[in-house]
């Protein structure tokens, strides 16, 4: 009897790799968010004698280039998971508020949409 639930050995071995990478840059993205916002609170809170820049000239860039590649990776991760156009946007909207990423992860984990169903995944032919 064939089980009709999908499991990860149901992923191609594009889709582990595009899952892989996606869920990886969505937490790497999170962390750069903190370090962007805990560089801009001593930029702009303390008082003027105390104020720095440095933690926005570190972890601005690097955000930046993680964001791009977070968007990338959704739209890849879109295409080739196989999502509803509906999941596509809301990866891409989540990239906009702070450590979002990482709750859209959790939440496409949980809800099944980093596992494709059987009608998404490659249909293999038997030996």
């Known amino acids: 009897m064939i089980d009709d639930v999908p499991t990860a ?4 071995s594009r889709q582990r790799l595009v899952l ?5 840059v969505a937490v ?7 370090g962007l916002l805990t560089g801009m609170y001593f930029k702009y809170v303390p008082d003027a004698a105390s104020a720095t820049e440095v933690g926005v000239k570190v972890f601005g860039p690097i955000h930046g280039a993680v ?9 890849v ?4 998971l196989r999502w ?14 702070p450590l979002f990423t990482v709750v859209f992860e959790v939440w496409a984990a949980r809800t099944g949409r980093l596992t494709p ?3 998404r995944v490659r249909e293999t032919v038997p030996a």
């Not at 790497?28 to 903190?34: G, I, K, L, M, R």
């Not at 964001?67 to 959704?74: K, R």
């Not at 991760?77 to 080739?80: D, H, K, L, Q, Y």
């Open 9 to 12: 050995n149901d992923l191609t």
């Open 84 to 97: 509803h156009w509906a999941t596509g946007l809301l990866a891409l909207a989540c990239s906009v508020p």
């Open 117 to 119: 169903t059987r009608s």
């Open 20 to 24: 892989r990478v996606f869920t990886a």
């Open 67 to 75: 964001f791009v590649a977070y968007l990338v990776l959704a739209v």
């Open 77 to 80: 991760a879109w295409r080739v």
């Open 28 to 34: 790497v993205e999170a962390f750069t968010w903190v």
